[in-house]
C-alpha cells in the first residue's frame, strides 16, 4: 500500500520561496500522477499541481509561473514555490492516484505567508 510523506513546509515572508517534498513508498510502481492540494479552513481541497510520467499537469492560474512542480511519481516530488503571497497560506497535501484506487493523501504540511 502506497504511503506519502511530506516534508517542508514552515514559515515565510511574502514574496519569499519555499520547498515541499513528497516521498511516496510501498506499491509506488503503480502511481500514475503525484500532486499537490492545499486547503484553508472551511474551504475545499484547491488543485495546486500535477505530475505524470510524461510532465507536468496544467497549473492553475492562482499559482501559474509561481509555482513548479518537479522530481519522479514512483518516488519524490517537489514543489518549488516562489513569489510566495499570502493568500498561499494553507495546509497542503501529497496526493497520488493509482488506477482503479482512491486517491491516496498524505497528512499534510502548513505553509504560511506573512504580510
Known amino acids: 500500500q502506497v504511503e506519502l510523506v511530506e516534508s517542508g513546509g514552515g514559515v515565510v515572508q511574502a514574496g519569499g520561496s519555499m520547498r515541499l517534498s513528497c516521498t511516496a513508498s510501498?506499491?509506488?510502481?503503480?502511481?500514475?500522477?503525484m500532486g499537490w492540494y492545499r486547503q484553508t479552513p472551511g474551504n475545499q481541497r484547491e488543485f495546486v499541481a500535477g505530475l505524470t510520467n510524461g510532465g507536468p499537469i496544467a497549473y492553475p492560474d492562482s499559482v501559474k509561473g509561481r509555482f513548479t512542480i518537479s522530481g519522479d511519481v514512483q518516488n519524490t516530488v517537489s514543489l518549488q514555490m516562489n513569489s510566495l503571497k499570502p493568500e498561499d497560506t494553507a495546509v497542503y497535501y501529497c496526493n497520488a492516484l493509482i488506477r482503479g484506487q482512491a486517491p491516496i493523501w498524505g497528512r499534510g504540511a502548513q505553509v504560511t505567508v506573512s504580510s
Open positions: 510501498g506499491g509506488v510502481s503503480n502511481i500514475e500522477v
